[in-house]
């Protein structure tokens, strides 16, 4: 029997992870949106803007490999929860620090590169928890209920931090701080009745990077994973927003915000339909049919002089992209045993990471040569593109009929 979204939110170990996730997410969206302006309030300086995503960045790309071997070694949900403390730690030295007055601009970049530390360990070795808290039957609405919960706080983040922001930054981190230690107790208080079986194997650099050798032996995986970083390589047209919104649609802030929550809202609505009504047939050549979807409506955002035209296409852009999320992630977890999940899912991690940091500066770039309309029409081709060439080299994929059996 199938179960719905409301059946698995009534099992207490996956129901404290999904609010854990909400009340995660959401709290490091406030403190984006808190960090970053009381940069700029600080310096006036968009460099040292820019250092601040540098800052979360840069850890991700460097302790990939000792995530994935953590995550494989130790305890997940205690990783997750020390995790979570830290960066509710961090909110409160943050909060301190504004009452204090000793927040400067090497401060604020500390607390950043601590969080992005943070998220880096708590990311990949989250998604390989989730595997232990549901059967494989209902993983992939597992999935799309934890892709509902980001997205949630995708939306909800960023407003409630710029609203608790107008009243002074104390008040974001006060509520960040306490939602973190709050989520940070669900995970603890999370109970796995069949804990894994660790294999004796020794931690080192051939340990670690038996990740990336697993992921290139397995051509599903492999396909999965690279299908990823070039679609979202090329389709990053989300990246031009403010120019669209300012140059060619001429809507202003408000319109801008309107672009900014469309996509969220797309993949909200699509990850609540798969919750209830998961994929069971067809699922590889749905996979390249949602990618293909991403492709065209990236192409139709780009030639859209219209508001509406353009906001509808954002909603197709991040309900497609749910759907391909939600396979994608449950072909990588049932395609890869236990005892390697955490390494995957940092190679994995790594992978969407550099995808949307190299997307932006694709898209960046390609429209201060050709300009914003041909930089996110070509983009949309290309990602339509690469759906077809994959589906030819990775034929393994394309003929996947249900992730039930996979």
């Known amino acids: 029997m199938v179960q719905t979204g409301n059946s698995l939110l009534k099992q207490p170990s996956f129901a404290k992870y999904w609010m854990g996730r909400i009340l995660t ?49 130790f305890d997940r949900r205690r990783i997750v929860f020390l995790c979570q403390l830290i960066e509710g730690a961090v909110a409160g030295l943050l909060l301190y620090g504004n009452f204090a007055g000793w927040i400067d601009r ?16 708590e990311g990949p070795t989250s998604s390989a928890l989730l595997p232990q808290l549901v059967s494989k039957s209902i993983l992939a609405q597992a999935i799309s209920l934890s892709t509902m919960a980001g997205q949630t706080a995708q939306i909800l983040g960023p407003t409630l931090g710029g609203v608790l922001f107008s009243f002074g930054p104390n008040f974001v981190y006060s509520t960040a701080a306490v939602a973190l230690f709050a989520s940070s107790l669900l995970t603890y208080l999370i109970r796995i009745e069949q804990p894994p079986v660790r294999k004796a194997e020794p931690i080192n650099l051939r340990s670690m990077l038996m990740g990336l050798e697993y992921v290139y032996k397995h051509p599903v995986i492999l396909g999965t994973i690279s299908l990823d970083l070039f679609a979202v390589l090329l389709g990053g047209a989300t990246a031009l927003l403010p120019i669209f919104a300012q140059d060619i649609l001429q809507v202003g802030p408000w319109g801008l915000g309107l672009m900014r929550t469309a996509p969220a809202v797309g993949a909200l609505i699509v990850s609540i339909f798969l919750a209830y009504f998961p994929l069971q047939k067809a699922v590889g050549l749905k996979l390249f049919g949602a990618l293909a979807v991403f492709g065209v409506a990236t192409m139709l955002f780009a030639v859209s002089t219209n508001l509406i035209v353009s906001l509808f296409a954002l909603l197709l852009i991040g309900g497609s992209d749910v759907i391909s999320v939600v396979i994608r992630s449950s072909l990588v977890q049932l395609q890869t045993p236990d005892e390697m999940r955490g390494r995957v899912n940092a190679v994995n991690s790594l992978f969407i990471g550099t995808s949307n940091q190299l997307g932006e ?3 960046g770039t390609l429209a201060g040569f050709l300009g914003p309309v041909p930089a996110a029409f070509i983009g949309g081709i290309g990602t339509v593109i690469i759906a077809g060439l994959w589906m030819y080299l990775f034929p393994s994929i394309r003929k996947i009929k249900s992730l039930s059996e996979t």
Do not use: N
């Not at 995503?53 to 790309?61: E, T, Y």
């Not at 090497?106 to 360990?121: D, P, Q, Y």
């Open 25 to 73: 997410s959401t709290s490091f969206q406030m403190l984006s949106v808190a960090i970053g302006w009381q940069m700029y309030d600080i310096t006036h300086d968009a460099f040292s803007l820019g250092l601040v995503g540098l800052a979360q960045f840069i850890p991700m790309v460097m302790l990939t490999l000792v995530v994935g071997q953590a995550a494989d070694h």
């Open 106 to 121: 090497e401060k604020i970049l500390l607390a950043a590169a601590i969080i992005g530390a943070c998220r880096a360990f």
């Open 361 to 363: 500066f694709e898209s």
